[in-house]
């Protein structure tokens, strides 16, 4: 497994991240624990969660899980690096009382207290916002976060789904506090098929020195051979994919897609992630690996080296925005 360091920090992470939002819902606590032993056996030393993946009724459930195997051995925690998200309401029915969900310095000093008793730690490497908070000004959650900081409940803040402005916004106003990091990292979705990231979100974060985590790299399936498992095991697609490929000029750009990875002999889903780990400012894409073979399938990806024709071939049936303001101005 190769290494690289989170944006400017100093912190050492695999170049796959494992992502958990599956352990609970679709993965039970032994599968999931045979997951992170294999991750961590294969090098990945990342792991993402948040606080509200297990959903619904369920909420809190993954970190859990990822608790109880960090209860398992010492080791395992000190081995990873932990991150998990903030913001989601997370009562059970879904109605939040006051001051129970996003930014607020109250909901962060709950949530985290929170996040630390599931999944059995006394500090979460990388603690992340997973949504912006357009009511909370900076100031007061750079405050809280300080507060964290000191007493030694997180090391670092990352961000989620953040536009642009907002991580240039966030870390100007930590810069001006002084003492405050800021953001190092931001979680969005990139992919092959969604490059908007490319136009503001990831020129900014390398501007500020963030790592780029991108989620969904394989677009809710659709870049994992959904034709050809179609036509070869009539595994018909399913949710966001099937919805897309209904698009007969999306099912087309897909098919060129598989035919051109099929004449270099790549699997689909390997090339997609090896696509993200030749990306400016990408840290590594998250894995969220439902079976053992799924993992496999990743750590293979984490080896495969694209050809420069592969490469242009993939631009050209999936061609970026372009720079920005280019992109949009002219």
């Known amino acids: ?189 990139y992919n092959l098929a969604e490059r908007r990231a490319e136009m503001e979100v990831i020129p900014a974060a390398q501007e500020y020195g963030l790592g780029v985590i991108p989620w969904s790299p394989l677009h809710g399936g659709l870049l994992g051979g959904v034709i050809k498992k179609e036509v070869e095991g009539g595994r018909r697609a399913s949710g966001r994919a099937a919805d897309s490929l209904a698009n007969t000029t999306i099912r087309a750009q897909i098919q060129a897609y598989e035919d051109l990875l099929d004449k270099h002999g790549v699997e689909p889903g390997e090339a997609a992630l090896a696509w993200l780990l030749t990306r400016p400012g990408v840290t590594g894409p998250i894995v969220g690996p439902r079976t053992a073979e799924q993992l496999e399938s990743a750590i293979r990806a984490a080896e495969l080296e694209l050809s420069e024709e592969l490469l242009s071939g993939l631009d050209e049936i999936f061609p970026g925005p372009g720079p920005s303001p280019e992109a949009f101005a002219w």
């Open 1 to 189: 497994m190769k290494y690289t360091q989170l944006g400017r920090t100093g912190l050492k992470v695999s170049r796959l991240v494992l992502g958990t939002m599956n352990f609970g819902p679709q993965t039970d606590e032994a599968d999931s624990h045979a997951i992170m032993d294999a991750a961590l056996d294969a090098g990945i030393n990342f792991f993402d969660t948040a606080n509200v993946y297990g959903w619904g009724e369920n909420k809190g459930r993954t970190e859990e899980i990822i608790g109880n195997w960090f209860a398992k051995s010492a080791a395992h925690r000190d081995k990873v690096v932990l991150a998990t998200k903030v913001y989601g309401n997370m009562a059970a029915d879904g109605d939040a009382w006051p001051n129970h969900d996003k930014l607020s310095a109250l909901n962060i000093r709950r949530a985290v207290d929170a996040s630390l008793k599931r999944l059995q730690t006394d500090h979460i490497d990388v603690y992340q916002f997973h949504h912006v908070d357009r009511r909370t000004p900076f100031e007061e959650i750079w405050q809280a976060i300080d507060v964290l900081v000191q007493q030694g409940k997180i090391l670092y803040v990352g961000s989620s789904n953040f536009p642009g402005y907002k991580i240039a916004q966030a870390n100007e106003i930590a810069a001006r506090r002084g003492g405050t990091i800021g953001l190092v990292s931001e979680q969005c979705l």
